[in-house]
């Protein structure tokens, strides 16, 4: 979570103590969003409401999207704005970071802009030596076909 969100939620909290002083509840709800009862949100008032911000953003020339699509605007916001795989991974309960970056990279930067880490007028010795591979790189002979490929040689003669 991050702290500006954590900050929101502890001022809706302190909004929630007010109200319920105030007489509006019985006592705090335990749930962030709810409705005047304070108990959990019917998924049928979700889904309305969803449905009703639809159908203005088509009226606006908007293309229909499903509610799942807040999910990848997010990821992909966090990551165009320079947010890391691992973070946005841990944000979007990823259980690996591959799979956030196979799903979003698309979003990541294609160059970096800043290059302030770079001391280009040190004398010091360089970070990174001279490629240490001699001569040219040998290439595999491709295989005739997936058979053979995964260790069943002759496999194509049983065809």
């Not at 929101?8 to 335990?30: I, M, N």
């Not at 049928?44 to 807040?70: C, D, I, L, Q, S």
């Not at 979003?104 to 970096?112: G, L, R």
């Amino acid at each position: 979570m991050t702290l500006r969100l954590a900050d929101c939620l502890v001022d809706l909290f302190a909004e929630r103590r007010r109200q319920t002083l105030s007489g509006a509840w019985s006592e705090v709800p335990e749930w962030v969003f709810c409705p005047e009862t304070g108990g959990p949100l019917e998924a049928r008032n979700f889904e309305r409401t969803w449905f009703r911000v639809r159908r203005r953003a088509r009226a606006m020339g908007v293309r229909p999207f499903k509610f799942h699509a807040a999910r990848h605007t997010y990821a992909s916001l966090a990551l165009a704005s320079g947010k890391s795989i691992r973070w946005t991974a841990d944000q979007l309960g990823h259980a690996s970071p591959m799979l956030t970056l196979k799903t979003y990279a698309h979003a990541m930067k294609e160059e970096e802009a800043d290059l302030s880490f770079a001391d280009f007028g040190s004398p010091g010795p360089a970070l990174y030596g001279p490629c240490l591979r001699r001569g040219p790189r040998r290439r595999k002979r491709p295989r005739a076909n997936h058979s053979e490929a995964f260790g069943f040689p002759g496999a194509r003669d049983r065809i």
